[in-house]
């Protein structure tokens, strides 16, 4: 009999029994299972979902919540708050947020699909209150809807689409609305009728004549066959928390200590590739140093160590602290004057650097040569006093003169600060939520969607809070109900 | 029968007959080619080439001829030039500038083996005058042996390893040396008894048990089989001409013009992938524009769109250039003064952006605000005449004022110039040349060197001229021996 790996399907000839028979198995019970279970049980497949852990959760659980969604003249959230936002803005967003790594016909998909997403996701239980919160924010503290959650109504992104608030965030006080969330689309799904197994990990695939037709999942430290007659779907996760994966396919990460990740440790990304599939942007990743908390924060000026600026602040933070991770040396600085210092989130390992009572003397605490961060922030404060900054065109109101002494350079340093990261690239799948060989056909019978495949938040840079869990919930659905469409 | 294709092996059931029967069958007729046949039939292996062109040389033929070598005390050429070379120096030079994608085993093994390699190269017949060219070249237009090729000299490589040349080029008159390199390399290869097949392309492996045991290749409009005994070893180059491939793992080549290669279209890596293997560092390439010609120019300051410095210029010209494709916007300058300035190689596309008796006319002139680029030349120059650069501690002699006006900023344009690209990544080899599977373990059969895998040059920003012959000629004859010691 054929070895059971991670790396090649079984051949279906060595699956000594069949212990369980379903039409759609899914692997993994974050928000990208629960969504496929939902739409593939709604579509009258029966449905088996496995997970290795002993209740369901995965990264979607560990996140707010959030959900990125936009378009069609704008949710209900949107229009109350005075906000008609078109596909074509949304769309157009969505791609600029894909960078290079951008998959086109996933934008335009949900671009198009995002409000019947939502009003889905509405229909399966998930509450929002419907109200919007300005401001900058990572996620609401209270119970609010609508929040701006990307790059919006920065450069460049404003400039070339409309901008609009477009994170839709369960209502829960509090942070951390992925937990209810998952919980009600896992309830949703039990409804429907899918079969849910905790404590059972997937370690192989099952092939037959070059489909995919099973799964073998290890419960109670023995092997067992799952027959999947329509398909098997993968939402397992990225793989933030497999060094060795990061090491080879995402090195970037490993100067950053804080992965956010459950057990994402890349087995669906290698079941996949082992069954024939590919994955893409693997060296891509997310990464947030939590700045703008507190939000007078927000208004601060970043320079790296040689004392230069190096984007507009008034982007997403995860965009600013991702960027700051391209520059030279270990470590950059954000500059505040004291109408706009409190003291850091001591969970963000951010520290005071420097102080003064001019800039040049916060330069020269931190022993930059005399001339450089100084000539920076005067240039800065001039064009900041005539509202403009010509530089990287940050904007109004976050651009703000920091000219109110003392001042302050906090450290964000790569090692020792709080850099949370996940993995961003993943298996090349299809609209449909179908995982494709390199040929460019679709793995008959095997289809992902979620963090193991590369998807709407395909770009370190473009992140945008609610893109994955979009792309989780939107292209799950798809997966789902792809494999109950089949055969 | 199954279908012939690059994305799976055919079975050796569905081969019709076996038109040709080797030992060792080799896919492409380039460096990596030539040294695995001379390595696999001086082992006393039947060796059959296959090369898709009707003549050899592949991307090598197009190169400078130049092998990065040094360690063991220095070879001939260094050590007449006052070079001792010593093998942990050489070492960790190469680990550097594998940055993070580096192979230290693949690093540490041609460490050690550079001395007799570059003896094994003399023994093969590749001439060597033997003399040490000083100064900054991009490849000698006499036949000089020994050049400066990377970044030795240069912050932070020779903070961590004592500098030395290291680009050993073959005697040439001339540039373009890689094509003799290869005809000398073949011609071994032929009197050593290796039969070269030209007009005939690799379409796809033949693998019987999990080995890789043929190939099937194009010749005359028909499909031949060939049953290689011990193995077949892919030399194919990358896939810089392959734009699909690029748009895919390497977006961000898309918005450069000017590909280095010969058929270079992954092919190879596609057929590793087929038979299991992986591809690692995808995204990565060697990009330069010719800035360093003529000479004075390599003199000059870069700025990017902002007025800002990047990097210390004293590096290697494609460390330059990579770097400058990091930066915002869709070029950056280079400046310089009326002693250091003369017209740019007309191949280069590099153009007159502003002119000035002042750097702030220059400033104005390319619509930057004031105090951009006239003060980081004004700080750059105080330095400098204290022989400093605090900002990147670019050292003398090229570290030198530019105060000697008229002023002048070169446009180096990311879509017009001529910023030449190829790929780095590939297939994952172990340093004996076979290709891994996922789970680390070898393809039986299977062997690759050279730009269809990630070897010696892994990244970008760490290139060193030499690196990518160093890796094709060493790591091709450990493919091809690899291969003939099998089974």
Redesign the interface.
Known sequence: MAEI????PLPAADVPQWDFDTDVAIVGLGATGACAAIEAAAAGARVMLFERNSGSGGASALSGGEIYVGGNGGTDAQRSAGFNDSTEDFATYLKMAGG??VDKEKCDAYAQGALAHYNWLKAQGIPYRGNYLPGKHIEPVDDSTLIWSGSEAAAPFCDAAAPAPRGHVIAHVGWGGGRPLVDILEARARDLGADIHCDARAVALIEEDGEIVGLVVRIDNLNRYVRARKGVVLGTGGFAMNEAMRA??C??T?RLNSPIGDKDDGVGI?LG??A?G?A????QFFSTCPWTMPEEQAYGVFVNS?G??FINEDCYHGRVSRAAL?Q?GDRVYLLLDIAHFSQPLELAGITIAGTGETWEEVEAELEM?A??LG?TMA?YN??AREGRD???DKRAPILTPLDQAPFVALELNFTTSYFSFFTLGGL?TSARGEVL???GVPVPGLFAAGRCTSGLPAWGHGYSSGLSLADCTFFGRRAGLSAAMRG
Chains 1, 2 share one sequence.
Not at 5 to 8: D, F, G, K
Not at 280 to 283: A, K, L, S, W
């Open positions: 790996s991670l790396h090649r290079p790594c080879k396919y090195p970037e490993l290698m590739l082992g024939g590919e893409i942007h693997m060296e040689k230069q600026r391209d030279p040569p001339g450089t000539a240039f001039a064009h010509p530089l990287f090349k060989g390199r040929d």
